[in-house]
């Protein structure tokens, strides 16, 4: 069985860092590529960044590139997403999501998706 198990979110104040950790088990995790999305309250799913299988190839949103940071360690099965200067905007349930050898799909077609993490930026 296939799981995703995101950690790390919370209640932060503006200006604040995060890390999040996305650990898999059930899966072979260094053929898969993984990305992070998040959704707000009344909003649609958004694509935040991805990571190849090897950790090199690396891709972001413009809402986020620059502040985020996508990496992975594959002799832990985990994923992170680094998030620094927090703002409130950012608040949001925050999902990663897995891919066997493609691409990270910014719509419906990745393989696994975690339960998903709230993070809260306070004004």
């Known amino acids: 069985q296939v799981q995703l198990v995101e950690s790390g979110g919370g209640l932060v104040q503006t200006g604040a860092s995060l890390r999040l950790s996305c650990e898999a088990s059930?899966?072979?995790?260094?053929?898969?590529?993984m990305g992070w999305f998040r959704q707000a309250l009344g909003m649609e799913r958004e694509f935040l960044a991805s990571?190849?299988?090897?950790?090199?190839?690396?891709d972001y949103a413009d809402s986020v590139r620059g502040r985020f940071t996508i990496s992975r360690d594959n002799a832990k099965n985990t994923v992170y997403l680094q998030m620094n200067n927090l703002k409130p905007e950012d608040t949001a349930v925050y999902y990663c999501?897995?891919?066997?050898?493609?691409?990270?799909?910014?719509?419906?077609?990745?393989?696994?998706w975690g339960q998903g993490i709230q993070v809260t930026v306070s004004s």
């Open positions: 999501t897995a891919r066997r050898g493609r691409l990270i799909s910014r719509g419906n077609e990745n393989d696994y």
């Open positions: 059930g899966l072979l995790f260094n053929v898969y590529y």
């Open positions: 990571v190849d299988s090897t950790g090199r190839r690396k």
